[in-house]
């Protein structure tokens, strides 16, 4: 049994957008009767040009899933040797490189945008260095500009993981257009889905054949293989989800801004709670709010109050805790230091993912804001006691 101040059903730290189930039947019975269930069908087709109209690009290409479309992504640009990228990210992101046999550098991270620190790229740029792979962490955009800069200075690629950009905009200019390649993902837990599913927008058509290519094993049109490539291609059925998403996408960014102000008005005095400020000049998608806990201040540990939501029936997640160069794969490699990396050693144990998707309400969010208020309150306290009503 639950507190009766937390609440009678979990709440997850999202869930998914869904598509009307009549509509999609009516797309079902599409594919049935075309029979064509992938390789590039209709769909997946039809996808593609809905989503460059929408995202402001003439050259996307959807694929099996985010991992998958940055693997393809860094063979497309022929990268090799080392590339510089922050620790401060899902795993998904450092382990492309290693499934590509590259070596990541892990670059340390701003504290205000939890970004790859542009200003410390360069000095990890050795003879070995091919590309830079920035993440926009929570949407956040990069320094694009400072980084599109160094990457001119030194030769290098630069391969955005924009997994949580979708519909992200710099004064006007969407976030695919900085770089050679960004990479969207399209996992069930994005803002926009496909079920699984990604897309990568590239700089000019010759990289995106490229990739489209290596998306469909490598064949050409003779059906002989000159590059190795990959099964990356997205199916009938999930391109279908997207395309009735893509209609549905608009409402739950404005869902979630509204719920975003209104955890900020919620917390923003709480002592030892951090939220993030609206950013100047961008077009946010708010596909997650993260907070900071100050133990010191806030009376427990980031920890401790991810183990007490769960007993309100609130399942927080630690986005990105560990950190990719804390992983037992990458510890060893020499930008894997903590003394490297000190901010983001900082920030990874202070990070909390509140819950937030579109089908939450404004009493969830306040409720949720009062729990933590209260736990706060309690924490004063020497003996920290809640009635878990248990
Ligand atoms: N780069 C970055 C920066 C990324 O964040 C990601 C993925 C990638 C690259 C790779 O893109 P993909 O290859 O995934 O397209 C989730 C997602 O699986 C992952 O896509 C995402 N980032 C990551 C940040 O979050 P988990 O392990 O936290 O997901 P999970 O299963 O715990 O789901 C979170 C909550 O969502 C659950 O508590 C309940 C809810 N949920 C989840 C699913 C899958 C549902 O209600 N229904 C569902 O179907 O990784």
Known sequence: MINNDGFSEPVYVTEPLLPDLAETY????IIWQSRQLSNNGKMAQELERKLAAFLGTRYLSVFANGTNALQIAC?????SGEVIT????????ANALAWNHLTPVFCDIEEATFNIDADRIESLITNKTTAILPVHVFGHPCEVEKIDRIAARHNLKVLYDGAHAFGV???DKPIGAYGDITMFSFHATKIFHTVEGGALIFRDQDLQQKAKCLRNFGLKEDYSVDEPGINGKLNELQAAVGILLLKEVE???TQRKYLTNLYRQVLVDVPGITVSQEAE???ANYPYFVIRV???AYGISRDELYSRLLSFNIFCRKYFYPLCSNFKCFKGLPSSSADNLPTANKVAESVLALPL???????????????????KIKSKSTKFSIELGV
């Open 26 to 29: 009516s797309m079902l019975e």
């Open 75 to 79: 063979k497309t640009l022929d990268l």
């Open 86 to 93: 922050t620790p401060f990210t899902f795993a998904a992101t």
């Open 169 to 171: 905009k710099i004064k």
């Open 251 to 253: 409402a739950e960014i």
């Open 281 to 283: 000049e961008i077009t």
């Open 294 to 296: 100050d133990p010191a």
């Open 357 to 375: 998707h579109g089908r939450m309400s404004a009493s969830d969010v306040q409720k949720i804001g009062g729990i933590i208020r209260e736990i």
